[in-house]
C-alpha cells in the first residue's frame, strides 16, 4: 500500500463516528475541496498543539501538510469549493473532484483477524509502519488507537473502529510485536522531542530532555523487579542515546546554560504525584490513562493521600487539554485587525478597560491610515527616564507628565514645556527650557533647583472678554397647502392623504424654502499679558500624584480597572525595551507590560537609585524582578523572568473569562526599540 493511500487512511477523520464534520467556522473535514491553484485538499484533522492550532490536509497525492487553522480556514473557505461527498474517500482523485475507496488488495491473506489487533505492528511499505493498542468500546463500537510511522517520523495518531482498521491492513504484513506489550504505546524518539517543542530553542531541549528521563522511568517501573526485555532496552537505549545527544550539542549552541539530565527541573522523583503531569504532560502527551493507572498502583500501592494527589494532578492536566482546546477555539473567532488584537492583549496583560479601549482605537486609526496622523506635528516623547507627579515649595511648582511638564510661578499662568531627564555621572539631572534661562534641576528623590530664578510667562489681566460677530445660517422651512386633484386621481393616493369636501378632492402638498439668517457668536477670551515673575527654586518635595484620566474614566463608567499600577511621585522610563532572549517591556508612566512569547503581563513598577546605580523594581507575580538601566539607555538583567499571563476566552452565558497563560523568557540586555 502506498504511504498516502494509508495515510489518507488514517487522517481521513479525528473521530470515527463521522465522516464529515462541520466545525463553528465552517472547516469541514474528510471532504474534497477544489482550490483556485487547480488541485483537489483534503482536510483531514486539527489539533491543539503548544503555541497554536495546527489542521492537517492533503493535496492530492502529496504527503501530509499543515498549517494554523486560522490559515486553514481562510485558503478553504474563502478560495475554495467543496467538491463531491464527504464520504467518497480515498486518496485518488475521480471525476468530479471527489475520491474513491481503494480497491481490495490480493493480499487478503494478511488481513487480521479481529483479536490479534491490539498491541499489533504493520509494515505498510515505503518505510510506513502502523501501530495498533489500547483496543476497548469505545461509542458504542470497537475501536482501537491507530500511530502512523514514516522512516520513524509519527505523522498521526488518532482512534479507529476495528472494522475500518482490518479492511486498510490487507496490504500489510505482520511484524512481531512488542514484548511487553505495554511498548506499543512508547513513542520514538523523534515523537519524544516533536511532543515538546514550545518555540524556544533552549526550552525545547530541557523539555525533551525530561520527557526522556520520565519515560525511561515509567518503562522502569513496569518491567518491576524483572529483566528488561529486549524491546524494554530498545526503547530505553534510544531515548538515552538521543537525551545525551541533545544535551552535548544544545551545551556547544548555548554556552554557559544548564542542560545536564541530571539537574533537569522536570527530574521528579517516581511517586512525587507531579511525576508525568507538571511541566511536561507526559502523560496527556504520549501515553494512555491505562499505562498512567499502572504506573500509579505499582508506585503508589495501597497510599491513598498518594492516589488522592495523582487524582488531583490528572484532573488539572486533563483541564487544561480542554482550556487549551476551548482558549484555541475562541482565538479563532476574534477579529484579527490590528486594533482588535491590541485592544485584546491589553486587557489580556490586566489593564483596564478604559484604557484598553483607547489602545484599541490608537492602533486601529494608524493603521486605517498607514502610520501615526500627528507624527511631525506633535513631538514624540522620548525614550528613556521620566518623571511623575507634583513637586512644588513657596510660589513655584512643577508637574511632570510622560511627555511635557507644567511650570507655575507666582501668578503666571501654568505652562507646558518639553523636558529631558539625563544622567551625569552618579547625578540625574531634569532640564526644562524656561525662558529667559533654562532651568536645571537635580533629582534625588526631591528635586532640588539654583535658587532665585525669573521666570517669563504671562499673566490674567481683567475678566473674561465677550467677542462677539454676526454670522449667517441657512435655515430651512417647510410649508403644507392643499392642491386638488380630479375623482380619477383619488385611487393613486393613501387613503389617509386625500381630503374630500362635497364633491372635490385635495391631498398635502409640501414645499420646501431656505434662507439665509443673520446669528450672534460669542467668544470669550480672558486677556492677558507677558510678566516676567521671580521665584525661589530650592528643594522640591514631591507633593501629589498625577490625576489618572483612565482611572477616573474606569470610576465613572464602572468598568473594570488596572490590576496593578504605581501612580506615586517619581522616576519613570518610556519606550518599548526588548532582548533577543523574546523578553520586551513597554514602559508607561503608572505601570509596564512585560511580553514573552504570547503571554503578557501588565505590572507596576518604580525606578530609583542606588549607589551610582538606577535600579527599575517590578511589582512581579511570579517573584521579585529587578533590572538596572545603564548609562548607555540599556536595561540588563540576569536569569529569566516568568510572565503570567492570561488568555481571553468567551465566557460560559457571554462576556470575557480569563485562562492562564504563562511562559519564560531569558533577561540579558534590552534595548530601546522606539
Given at each position: 500500500m502506498k504511504l498516502n493511500t494509508l495515510a489518507a487512511f488514517l487522517l481521513l477523520c479525528t473521530a470515527w463516528s463521522a465522516q464529515a464534520q462541520h466545525a463553528p467556522d465552517?472547516?469541514?473535514?474528510?471532504?474534497?475541496?477544489?482550490?483556485n491553484d487547480g488541485h483537489t485538499y483534503v482536510v483531514h484533522r486539527c489539533e491543539q498543539g503548544p503555541k497554536f492550532e495546527a489542521c492537517f490536509y492533503q493535496r492530492e497525492h502529496d504527503s501530509e501538510g499543515?498549517?494554523?487553522r486560522q490559515a486553514v480556514v481562510y485558503q478553504m473557505t474563502k478560495m475554495c469549493k467543496i467538491q463531491g461527498s464527504a464520504t467518497e474517500s480515498?486518496?485518488?482523485?475521480?471525476?468530479?473532484?471527489?475520491?474513491?475507496?481503494?480497491?481490495?488488495?490480493?493480499?487478503?491473506?494478511?488481513?487480521?483477524?479481529?483479536?490479534?489487533?491490539?498491541?499489533?505492528?504493520?509494515?505498510?511499505?515505503?518505510?510506513?509502519?502502523?501501530?495498533?493498542?489500547?483496543?476497548?468500546?469505545?461509542?458504542?463500537?470497537?475501536?482501537?488507537?491507530?500511530?502512523?510511522?514514516?522512516?520513524?517520523?509519527?505523522?498521526a495518531l488518532s482512534p479507529k473502529p476495528q472494522s475500518e482498521i482490518q479492511s486498510h491492513l490487507s496490504a500489510c504484513k505482520a511484524l512481531p510485536p512488542f514484548n511487553p506489550a505495554y511498548l506499543a504505546e512508547f513513542p520514538n524518539p523523534y515523537r519524544v522531542v516533536q511532543g515538546m517543542l514550545v518555540?524556544?530553542?533552549?526550552?525545547?531541549?530541557?523539555?525533551?530532555?525530561?520527557?526522556f528521563y520520565q519515560l525511561t522511568?515509567?518503562?522502569?517501573?513496569?518491567?518491576?523487579?524483572?529483566?528488561?526485555t529486549a524491546d524494554e532496552q530498545n526503547f530505553v537505549g534510544d531515548y538515552s542515546r538521543v537525551q545525551s545527544a541533545m544535551a552535548q550539542g544544545a551545551a556547544k549552541m548555548f554556552p554557559g546554560q544548564q542542560f545536564d539530565p541530571a539537574l533537569s527541573p522536570y527530574r521528579f522523583k517516581r511517586n512525587d504525584p507531579k511525576f508525568g503531569f507538571e511541566g511536561i504532560p507526559v502523560w496527556t502527551t504520549f501515553l494512555t490513562p491505562g499505562t498512567a493507572d499502572a504506573f500509579a498502583r505499582i508506585v503508589g500501592g495501597s497510599d491513598s493521600q498518594y492516589a488522592m494527589s495523582v487524582a488531583r494532578e490528572k484532573a488539572a492536566a486533563t483541564k487544561q487539554v480542554e482550556n487549551e482546546i476551548n482558549a484555541a477555539n475562541a482565538e479563532a473567532s476574534y477579529a484579527?485587525?490590528?486594533?482588535?488584537?491590541?485592544?485584546?492583549?491589553?486587557?489580556?496583560?490586566?489593564?483596564?478597560?478604559?484604557?484598553?479601549?483607547?489602545?484599541?482605537?490608537?492602533?486601529?486609526?494608524?493603521?486605517?491610515?498607514?502610520?501615526?496622523?500627528?507624527k511631525g506635528i506633535v513631538s514624540e516623547t522620548p525614550v528613556g527616564l521620566r518623571l511623575t507627579g507634583l513637586y512644588a515649595a513657596g510660589n513655584f511648582e512643577v508637574r511632570f507628565q510622560q511627555d511635557v511638564v507644567?511650570?507655575?510661578?507666582?501668578?503666571?499662568?501654568?505652562?507646558?514645556?518639553?523636558?529631558?531627564?539625563?544622567?551625569?555621572g552618579n547625578q540625574i539631572l531634569v532640564k526644562i527650557p524656561t525662558a529667559p534661562k533654562s532651568l536645571t534641576l537635580l533629582y534625588n528623590g526631591n528635586l532640588s533647583g539654583p535658587g532665585p530664578l525669573d521666570v517669563a510667562g504671562r499673566v490674567v489681566i481683567g475678566g473674561a472678554v465677550d467677542h462677539a460677530s454676526t454670522s449667517y445660517q441657512i435655515q430651512t422651512q417647510t410649508t403644507t397647502t392643499q392642491r386638488q386633484i380630479d375623482a380619477g386621481d383619488v385611487p393613486n393616493y393613501a387613503v389617509g392623504d386625500v381630503h374630500q369636501n362635497g364633491m372635490e378632492y385635495s391631498v398635502d402638498q409640501q414645499s420646501t424654502s431656505s434662507n439665509w439668517t443673520p446669528t450672534t457668536q460669542h467668544h470669550y477670551e480672558v486677556p492677558t499679558a507677558p510678566k516676567t515673575e521671580h521665584c525661589n527654586v530650592g528643594t522640591l518635595p514631591p507633593a501629589a500624584a498625577n490625576v489618572s484620566v483612565s482611572s477616573v474614566l474606569t470610576q465613572v463608567l464602572g468598568s473594570k480597572g488596572s490590576k496593578s499600577s504605581n501612580t506615586a511621585p517619581g522616576l519613570r522610563l518610556n519606550g518599548i525595551y526588548a532582548a533577543q532572549g523574546g523578553l520586551r517591556i513597554d514602559f508607561r508612566d503608572d505601570s509596564a507590560t512585560l511580553k514573552c512569547g504570547e503571554s503578557f503581563n501588565s505590572e507596576g513598577y518604580s525606578v530609583s537609585q542606588k549607589g551610582g546605580q538606577v535600579i527599575i523594581n517590578f511589582q512581579n507575580s511570579t517573584g521579585p524582578l529587578s533590572l538596572?538601566?545603564?548609562?548607555?539607555?540599556?536595561?540588563?538583567?540576569?536569569?529569566?523572568?516568568?510572565?503570567?499571563?492570561?488568555r481571553a476566552i468567551e465566557a460560559p452565558g457571554g462576556g470575557v473569562d480569563y485562562l492562564p497563560r504563562n511562559a519564560r523568557c531569558s533577561l540579558g540586555t534590552l534595548e530601546a526599540s522606539k
Open positions: 465552517g472547516l469541514q473535514f474528510n471532504v474534497p475541496y477544489l482550490c499543515y498549517n494554523t480515498s486518496p485518488s482523485p475521480r471525476a468530479g473532484g471527489g475520491l474513491s475507496s481503494p480497491a481490495p488488495s490480493s493480499n487478503v491473506a494478511n488481513a487480521p483477524l479481529p483479536g490479534s489487533l491490539n498491541n499489533s505492528r504493520w509494515d505498510c511499505g515505503s518505510g510506513a509502519v502502523m501501530t495498533v493498542f489500547r483496543c476497548e468500546r469505545q461509542a458504542g463500537q470497537q475501536a482501537c488507537y491507530v500511530r502512523l510511522d514514516q522512516n520513524g517520523k509519527t505523522i518555540g524556544k530553542p533552549q526550552e525545547n531541549v530541557v523539555r525533551a530532555i525530561g520527557a522511568e515509567i518503562i522502569q517501573v513496569l518491567a518491576g523487579a524483572r529483566a528488561l484579527k485587525d490590528p486594533g482588535s488584537v491590541a485592544a485584546r492583549h491589553c486587557l489580556e496583560s490586566g489593564r483596564s478597560e478604559t484604557e484598553c479601549l483607547g489602545e484599541g482605537l490608537k492602533v486601529g486609526v494608524q493603521d486605517l491610515l498607514g502610520g501615526n496622523p500627528l507644567s511650570v507655575g510661578c507666582g501668578t503666571l499662568i501654568p505652562q507646558s514645556l518639553p523636558y529631558s531627564v539625563e544622567r551625569t538596572e538601566l545603564q548609562p548607555n539607555g540599556t536595561i540588563t538583567g540576569s536569569g529569566q523572568v516568568d510572565v503570567a499571563g492570561r
